[in-house]
């Protein structure tokens, strides 16, 4: 099949453990569903983890990355750019009491490991908790944060990490 062809494909050419943990390639997605390299639909319940809850493909969303694109498509951190001072003042606008400045980040692994940089310069303070049960992320200190086996062939990680359990309420 073609997913097995391409499966084998991946496996001789990039690292085990590195993307696909499903055994089909996904080709095409809309809304909350999407289909493999066979035409196979399938739901997708992981899709909010990378992206958002309005689903794949919303022609809003499009409208408004093909309008970004045709202006600026990307410009690196310290480069000032419209658009990302309008965001910056409408999360000002609907953060609670004197919160008005965001650090804008690539992603949630960087945003992490600023996040922590940014906590041990204000407070002066050298650790950090994070939960047992958690994910934050694949470069250094966020997988260091990280509290599951992904974690595991990374440590011992990054200095100062303390851990805890989830809450347990009943």
């Given at each position: 099949?073609?997913?097995?062809?391409?499966?084998?494909?991946?496996?001789?050419?990039t690292?085990?453990?590195?993307?696909?943990?499903?055994?089909?390639?996904?080709?095409?997605?809309?809304g909350?569903?999407?289909?493999?390299v066979?035409?196979?639909?399938y739901?997708?319940?992981?899709?909010?983890?990378a992206?958002?809850?309005v689903?794949?493909?919303?022609?809003?969303?499009?409208?408004?990355i093909?309008?970004?694109?045709?202006?600026?498509?990307?410009?690196?951190?310290?480069?000032?750019?419209?658009s990302?001072s309008?965001?910056?003042?409408?999360?000002?606008?609907?953060?609670?009491?004197?919160?008005?400045m965001?650090f804008?980040?690539?992603?949630?692994?960087?945003?992490?490991?600023?996040?922590?940089?940014?906590?041990?310069?204000?407070?002066?303070r050298?650790?950090?908790?994070?939960?047992?049960?958690?994910?934050?992320?694949?470069?250094?200190?966020a997988?260091?944060?990280?509290?599951?086996?992904?974690?595991?062939?990374?440590?011992?990680?990054?200095?100062?990490?303390?851990?805890?359990l989830?809450?347990?309420?009943?």
């Amino acid at each position: 099949s073609k997913n097995e062809h391409l499966m084998a494909r991946k496996a001789a050419a990039t690292p085990r453990g590195v993307g696909v943990m499903g055994t089909f390639f996904a080709e095409r997605a809309q809304g909350a569903e999407l289909w493999d390299v066979q035409g196979q639909r399938y739901i997708d319940f992981a899709g909010g983890i990378a992206v958002m809850n309005v689903g794949h493909g919303h022609p809003k969303v499009i409208a408004a990355i093909k309008e970004q694109a045709e202006k600026l498509c990307t410009i690196g951190p310290p480069m000032a750019s419209e658009s990302r001072s309008t965001l910056g003042r409408l999360l000002a606008e609907v953060t609670p009491g004197d919160l008005a400045m965001s650090f804008f980040t690539n992603g949630g692994a960087e945003a992490n490991e600023n996040a922590i940089k940014l906590a041990r310069w204000y407070t002066g303070r050298h650790k950090i908790v994070a939960r047992y049960r958690s994910y934050h992320g694949a470069t250094h200190g966020a997988i260091t944060l990280t509290g599951d086996p992904r974690r595991w062939p990374a440590e011992p990680g990054m200095s100062g990490v303390v851990r805890m359990l989830d809450p347990y309420t009943y």
